[in-house]
């Protein structure tokens, strides 16, 4: 295995190991998009988030912050599609493709995080830790997604999207969230680049708040959608709204706004989150699977 000093280039390690498997791994490129969202949407719940990325940006995109990576069998079908980079995320269908991309993770300086269903991080790792960069921190999440039927709550009447108005009030929030999940602060690291991510969620009207005189109550952010399902992020309710049904109502009104044009609603909760949990399950969100992240050094 190769050691933190002797890494190669990207490049150079894809024709070593191509030449060394019965699968080919190569950089993605925008005349694949068709086929790379097909092979995605067969598990359209689980794979969402890096669906997601293709749709919003496309393959080829500094906006990804990183790389998309296909693993293909000698009859040239996909077994595997992978983000490699900030945020490395996966879809595979056979071990040898998650070897391939975890060795090609091995190679990447740029990468925050890696994230899945639990069993796929956990082989992802075994095979990236020996040559690749330490753990520096890890969390359990649980998935939850929610369908038809939608529990009626009372409705805010001032639940609404995001302008820039509000992105100050948005920015320290999201920054907070942030740091508490993985221990690194955007506003130290990336400051300019973090605020331009939010507003563009603002700009693509992906952001919803409640604000109340003048004080954000509520905030939610849109990040993948698609026919099957809607995933939601970065999900915060005021500490001093919080136990006042606020946070439930919110969701429920969100709910019921957002499928109409998706099948169902999905959020991943720290395992931890035992009150945050409680709320979805009212909202009527069943769990759907286990998922892990591993912060990088």
């Keep these: 295995m190769m050691t933190p000093a002797t890494k190669l280039n990207p490049t150079t390690h894809i024709a ?45 995109s500094p906006l990804n ?12 079908e996909l077994e595997g599609v992978a983000l490699i980079g900030h945020a490395t995320l996966m879809e595979t269908t056979t071990d040898r493709a998650l070897q391939a991309f975890a060795e090609i993770a091995q190679t990447r300086s740029d990468m925050h995080m890696i994230m899945g269903e639990r069993d796929r991080v956990d082989e992802f790792w075994n095979y990236y830790v020996d040559g690749g960069r330490q753990m520096r921190r ?18 805010f009447a001032n639940l609404r999207l995001a302008t820039v108005d509000d992105l100050d009030s948005i920015i320290p929030i999201q920054a907070q ?10 506003l130290d690291t990336d400051p300019e680049g973090f605020r331009k991510r939010c507003l563009r969620r603002i700009e693509q009207g992906r952001t919803w708040v409640l604000v109340e005189s003048d004080e954000l109550l509520f905030k939610a952010e849109v990040i993948s959608e698609s026919e099957e399902v809607t995933y939601l992020e970065g999900i915060w309710v005021n500490p001093k709204a919080r136990g006042s049904r606020t946070g439930l109502r919110c969701i429920s009104q969100l709910a019921r706004t957002l499928m109409t044009n998706t099948a169902s609603l999905c959020v991943l ?29």
């Design 16 to 60: 070593a190991l191509n030449a060394l498997q019965d699968v080919s791994v190569a950089r993605l490129e925008s005349d694949d998009k068709a086929e790379v969202l097909s092979f995605l949407n067969r598990r359209p719940l689980h794979t969402i988030t890096i669906t997601g990325f293709i749709r919003d940006n496309g393959l080829v």
């Design 177 to 186: 969230m942030a740091f508490d999940e993985s221990g690194v602060n955007p």
């Design 65 to 76: 912050r990183g790389t998309f990576y296909g693993c293909r069998n000698r009859k040239g």
């Design 138 to 155: 890890a969390c359990r999440e649980l998935l939850m997604d929610l369908q038809w039927p939608v529990a009626v709550q009372d409705a």
């Design 269 to 297: 909760v720290n395992e931890k989150n035992l009150s945050a949990q409680k709320m979805y399950e009212r909202a009527g969100f069943k769990l759907r699977g286990i998922y892990d992240t591993i912060f990088v050094y």
